[in-house]
């Protein structure tokens, strides 16, 4: 075999902040599958070989597997779960990766971008607050990072699950509680 052609692809900065943003999903299947390229075995898919780079990362990361189910690239499936405790270990480790800065800088900014762009405007959370929504009938969640009044950095993860079926109630109440993170002048410590 002998390479046709190339196509360098655009960095994958500017992948993830396309894909976190507007929160697309289809994207985050095509990611799934590309790292699941090659295969560990033929009758492997792209997906099961994805999926076990994922669970590898997610365990270098201090994610108890105990904590996560996973399915699919994009959360969609009701068969993927996860904790808030095990999100908020996840972002912890983000924070103090060599690509931390490009990571959270790939997340939706409240009041600014992205599905937050329209949210906690005019509040301290605006500009401050980085973070990726997820929601399915009955299911909200918010997780990421805020500067806290007093300047302290601080990751965070909300889920919301079985609430009711009014999405501006669970939006409204979610966001909140982002905003006295935001507020809160004292020590979490």
């Known amino acids: 075999p002998f390479e046709v052609a190339s196509m360098q692809s655009r960095p994958f900065s500017l992948i993830a902040a396309q894909t976190l943003k507007p929160s697309q999903n289809l994207y985050t299947e095509l990611i799934l599958r590309t790292l699941g390229t090659p295969r560990i075995s033929p009758t492997q898919t792209n997906e099961e070989a994805g999926l076990i780079v994922v669970r590898n990362f997610l365990r270098q990361a201090g994610v108890p597997e105990s904590q996560l189910a996973l399915s699919d690239g994009s959360g969609l499936s009701r068969n993927d779960l996860i904790t808030a405790n095990a999100t908020v270990q ?91 993170l935001a507020s809160f002048a004292g020590r979490s410590q």
């Open 90 to 180: 996840l972002l912890t480790f983000m924070s103090k990766h060599r690509y931390a800065t490009q990571f959270r800088e790939a997340l939706p900014i409240a009041g600014v971008d992205g599905t937050l762009r329209t949210r906690m405007r005019g509040t301290p959370a605006e500009g401050n607050l980085r973070a990726k929504t997820g929601s399915l009938s009955s299911v909200a969640s918010l997780s990421g990072y805020v500067t806290t009044a007093a300047g302290e950095h601080l990751a965070f993860s909300m889920m919301l699950n079985n609430y009711p079926d009014a999405g501006a109630l669970r939006r409204d109440s979610i966001d909140a509680i982002a905003v006295l």
